[in-house]
């Protein structure tokens, strides 16, 4: 019996959370049953971790504008080659290849949703078109995929899609394959002294992309109320993005040079956060991030604020420590008060840790999503 011809598809090639949930669908969906491909803009890491894996690779750039030149180049795709089922990821690939898909006449497209991101879109027309948009969508798509409860909700309120074509599939990861990349000692020290931190001054850290999600001069702020208190600690921020200028700007404003360090993009997040003392999290929303599931599977205590699949992962003063998005005040008190505990954080660290290993794996997100794609191709 043939394979079934499977594309994994996402806009944009860098290694962010939805990238890296596409990755393992493409490296660990039954390659007996199912052939899988990728697409998404070319030149990227996406791309060269793809044909490490041995799989085709489609390069097709999405830009927002203009769009019947990306739907065209997908459509084109999709008429020279016959796949059974198109699963597109995030909102830009949501929208050029559930039109192409259904142009095209592709037996059965998914959609996951990696968070709602237009519901919190600051301008109210903005919004009122992408909800529009995705309603649009949705009529051209047998099975919508939420990474949380909270968003399942969130689509059901805002009449986003059918309730018989959503479902919820939450995130995993392969903490076996995340340890190998945990440094010793020797090159953890190493690692530390080319970030320029002194041995013995505490680490509190996240990774994140400096967009206005994830609120990160939020969390400068609340890091200059700790070095009142502790004035050795560190703050290390893992990642880039359009607000990095302005980032940057506020650490000169605030005199926070010595205490915050702007690492960038790197490939080494997981090395990095397993320097950490405490992993911290300020975004204003969240689909189900990976890198909480990541910092748990490290055993990390995690100050975070309380929004969407972060209060799913994590239960207050249980596995972690949750604040209301925006109270700074609170956020600091929390970051305070656990750098002064140290069997404080290592419970928390481990509460999480033995939850995150049970409920977030890779096994079980990977065998859902067969399931579905099995019921949407048996129709």
């Known amino acids: 019996m043939p394979r079934l011809k499977i594309l994994e598809m996402i806009d944009r090639p860098f290694l962010g959370g939805g990238q890296r ?9 039954n390659r007996e049953e199912f052939e899988v491909s990728v697409c998404s803009a070319g030149g990227g890491p996406l791309e060269e971790r793809t044909r490490e894996l041995g799989l085709v690779h489609y390069a097709v750039a999405m830009p927002k504008r203009p769009l019947p030149r990306s739907a065209g180049a997908l459509s084109s795709l999709f008429a020279s080659v016959r796949f059974d089922l198109v699963h597109t990821h995030g ?25 709602i991101h237009y519901l919190h879109y600051r301008n109210p027309l903005n919004r009122r078109i992408h909800i529009g948009l995705e309603r649009w969508c949705s009529r051209r798509t047998d099975g919508i995929i939420c990474v949380s409860d909270t968003d399942l909700n969130k689509a059901l309120r805002y009449r986003l899609a059918p309730a018989e074509k959503l479902t919820v599939i939450k995130n995993g990861i392969d903490y076996n394959r995340m340890g190998g990349s945990v440094p ?9 002294d080319k970030l320029g931190v002194e041995s013995g001054r505490p680490v509190i850290g996240t990774v994140a992309r400096l967009h206005y999600q994830k609120n990160i001069p939020f969390l400068i702020q609340a890091a200059a109320r700790v070095a009142e208190a502790l004035p050795d600690v560190v703050l290390i921020i893992v990642g880039g993005g359009p607000e990095e200028e302005r980032i940057h700007g506020l650490v000169r404003e605030l005199g926070m040079e010595r205490n915050v360090i702007l690492a960038g993009e790197r490939e080494d997040a997981v090395e990095l956060i397993s320097l950490f003392d405490m992993f911290v999290l300020s975004s204003r929303w969240e689909g189900l991030p990976y890198v909480l599931m990541e910092a748990g599977g490290m055993a990390k205590a995690v100050v975070a604020t309380a929004v969407d699949g972060v ?41 999480l840790q033995a939850h995150v290993r049970e409920a977030y794996t890779q096994d079980r997100m990977v065998k859902e999503t067969e399931r579905l794609y099995r019921r949407l191709l048996s129709h």
Do not use: C, Y
Request: proline residues 4%; negative net charge.
């Open 184 to 192: 010793g000692p020797d090159a953890a020290a190493g690692i530390k």
């Open 21 to 29: 949930h596409l990755l393992s669908l493409a490296e660990h969906l």
């Open 311 to 351: 209060a799913e992962m994590i239960t207050h003063g249980e596995n972690g420590w949750l604040v209301p998005a925006g109270d700074g005040q609170a956020f600091s008190e929390a970051l305070i008060r656990l750098l002064r505990d140290g069997k404080e954080r290592e419970r928390l660290g481990l509460a």
């Open 91 to 115: 909102g830009v690939a949501g929208l050029f290849g559930r039109w192409a898909a259904a142009e095209n006449r592709i037996p059965a497209v998914v959609h996951t949703l990696h968070g």
